[in-house]
């Protein structure tokens, strides 16, 4: 059996003495696209943060490639595992290129400039997320959509072993919705590499995802396939809606329908 | 703008700067007069006002200019608040209160007898003058307790912080330190012996670069060269930061260690500059904001061309200073809050229209 890219095992993690997250274990596989869904105030967030190594767990351990988190130095960890923010912000008005160049910090060596190689990722990237024509552009004359396509390409950047992105589909539109979620199918099914995205989408989470693990109160209440994950009573309970199943092609999807 | 375009710029401009610096005075050089002058060394009486007066008035209105501003750039990025300036960190108001308690206790006068009494009954009489144990005490004792005043400032600074990473306690620690530092400046006033005593603080204050000698540049080179040093290490963090504390840390830069290569940084320079010349405001906040748009506010390279930016605006500072005619001494200070105020205003103009 593969070692999992990331285990977490029996998770607790506290914030302002609140226990938000309880008791979660899972593990994520090389070539794995993991989705993690849930109502507003699951926790969703708060285990993403601990598995990035931002936040510290009260109890159990996370291990990234078999080895413990907090055992990897900084800039190590920096160059297998990339985060990209729920709220994606640039402060500064700086250059679309600039920004996806933060993604490669990790590999340029202090005091020099990028390579020739960290130079070719960054091209592909920016012509992968159609960011090609703007690229010299600042960040603060873009729409919503496009900033949050520059900051996707800056996280994967870095070519990472496992990207852990925190709802980053907001604020784009359907077609650049599909065509992110695309890219970052590629990017698993491409290579051993991994995501582990959290959605408010269940229809696409439903869609791209190859497991889901479903929060509720901090604790996990489903995780498995899709199809075991989204069922009536797991959706009713954990976000108080009921839903309607769609189905085309073989290919199974649900629909929010109503408040209960 | 290409960054090596920049840098020749600037670099020119400070050339050009330098070389008015020197040459305008009670009386006024030619850059060729000035060439031989330079060339005579200081065996001649010009050749003593150009080697001891003018050139280190000129080196130090440069290390001074460029600390200012590049502390002011890398604050600015650091908090990600264009307005920020060495101010907000408390140490240039601890440096100008250390440096009035030297005046106001007559520290620098007893401390530079009691060294001179010492080295010479030790046997080491030729080192009086380093530590400015002759007539010129006030040129070494200030200065060291503008210095002394920086560092307690930030030891404060660093104790009100604790261990957390959180930039606006940084900066509620920071203005603290600065008020408190400022009501003690203002006490040591209120309670100035003479009236003289009170002139002396206050005229050290408004900040100037008059009568400064080489040993003034030589107490503040090891603190800018360390300065710059420790604020360029930081230069990658600034970046990072640009998208948020938490992509910084998942970058794999620790935010502690970028905080203290900031506050360090800033310290050496802010704190020796202000040890030197007093002082001088405007500097921080101005040059960074005027040369952001020619480096795509890329807050990593703004660094050094504010430096050297820095460097050529309180040149020309002190040129103007020393040209516009006036009873008093125009005082450095003044002019650089003058000048600054129109900045200001003209910045509140262009927000005022962008949210019209």
Request: net charge negative; charged share 15%.
């Given at each position: 059996m593969t070692t999992p890219l990331l285990e977490c095992s029996n998770l607790f993690v506290s914030l302002k003495g609140k226990t938000?997250?309880?008791?979660v274990s899972l593990k994520v596989q090389p070539g794995e696209f993991l989705g993690i869904v849930g109502a507003n105030g699951s926790g969703k967030t708060t285990l993403l943060r601990t598995m990035v190594g931002l936040l510290s767990p009260q109890r159990g351990e996370i291990s990234l490639m078999g080895k413990p988190l907090q055992d990897f130095p900084p800039e190590i960890l920096a160059r297998k595992r990339a985060y990209l923010p729920?709220?994606?912000?640039?402060?500064?008005?700086?250059?679309v290129e600039r920004v996806v160049e933060l993604g490669r910090l990790p590999f340029i060596e202090p005091w020099r400039k990028p390579s020739g190689q960290d130079q070719k990722v960054m091209d592909d990237m920016l012509r992968e997320c159609e960011l090609e024509e703007i690229r010299?552009?600042?960040?603060?004359?873009?729409s919503g959509g496009e900033q949050s396509r520059v900051l996707a390409a800056r996280a994967l950047a870095g070519q990472p072993e496992i990207l852990l992105a925190d709802e980053p589909l907001t604020g784009l539109d359907p077609y650049h919705q599909l065509q992110l979620m695309a890219l970052l199918k590629k990017m698993v099914l491409d290579s051993a590499r991994a995501v582990v995205i959290v959605m408010h989408d269940l229809s696409l989470a439903a869609r791209f995802c190859d497991r889901l693990v479903m929060l509720h109160g901090g604790t996990v209440l489903a995780i498995g396939a899709p199809d075991q994950v989204l069922t009536e009573e797991n959706i009713s309970k954990a976000y108080r809606i009921t839903i309607r199943r769609v189905e085309h092609h073989g290919q199974k999807s649900v629909v929010p329908w109503e408040c209960l | 703008m290409k960054s090596w375009t920049l840098y020749l710029i600037l670099g020119s401009v400070l050339l050009l700067s330098a070389t008015v610096s020197v040459c305008i005075g009670t009386v006024n050089l030619t850059p060729g007069q000035l060439v031989q002058v330079l060339l005579s060394g200081d065996q001649t009486p010009l050749g003593v006002v150009v080697w001891q007066l003018r050139m280190p008035r000129m080196v130090l209105a440069i290390l001074v200019g460029a600390s200012l501003a590049m502390s002011g750039a890398a604050l600015q990025g650091y908090t990600r608040n264009p307005l920020a300036d060495a101010g907000l960190l408390g140490i240039s108001s601890g440096a100008a209160l250390g440096a009035v308690c030297m005046f106001y206790t007559g520290f620098s006068e007893s401390a530079s007898r009691f060294l001179a009494s010492f080295l010479n009954s030790i046997g080491?009489?030729?080192?009086?003058d380093w530590f400015g144990g002759g007539a010129g005490g006030e040129n070494f004792w200030v200065p060291m307790g503008g210095l002394a005043g920086a560092f307690i400032a930030l030891l404060i600074v660093i104790l009100l912080v604790g261990?957390?990473?959180?930039i606006p306690t940084l900066i509620l620690a920071g203005v603290a330190v600065s008020s408190l530092a400022g009501a003690l400046t203002a006490l040591v006033l209120n309670l100035s012996p003479n009236p003289y005593a009170g002139m002396q603080i206050i005229s050290w204050l408004l900040g100037s670069l008059t009568d400064r000698s080489w040993q003034e540049v030589q107490l503040c080179r090891p603190f800018f060269i360390a300065g710059v040093v420790i604020l360029m290490m930081a230069r990658r963090g600034l970046l990072a930061l640009s998208l948020g504390e938490e992509v910084t840390a998942s970058l794999g830069f620790s935010l502690k260690k970028l905080r203290w290569l900031i506050v360090i940084g800033c310290t050496l320079l802010v704190g020796s500059a202000t040890a030197v010349a007093g002082s001088i405001a405007f500097v921080g906040i101005v040059v960074p904001h005027l040369l952001r748009p020619f480096v795509k506010s890329d807050p990593a390279r703004l660094l050094m061309p504010s430096a050297l930016g820095g460097a050529c605006i309180l040149l020309w500072a002190d040129i103007g200073v020393r040209l516009i005619p006036a009873e008093q001494e125009l005082k450095l200070g003044v002019l650089t809050a003058l000048v600054g105020t129109p900045f200001f205003l003209a910045l509140l103009l262009k927000l005022r229209r962008s949210y019209t």
């Open positions: 938000i997250i309880r008791e729920q709220s994606g912000e640039c402060h500064w008005p700086i250059t010299h552009r600042s960040v603060d004359t873009l | 080491c009489g030729q080192f009086i261990p957390t990473t959180n």
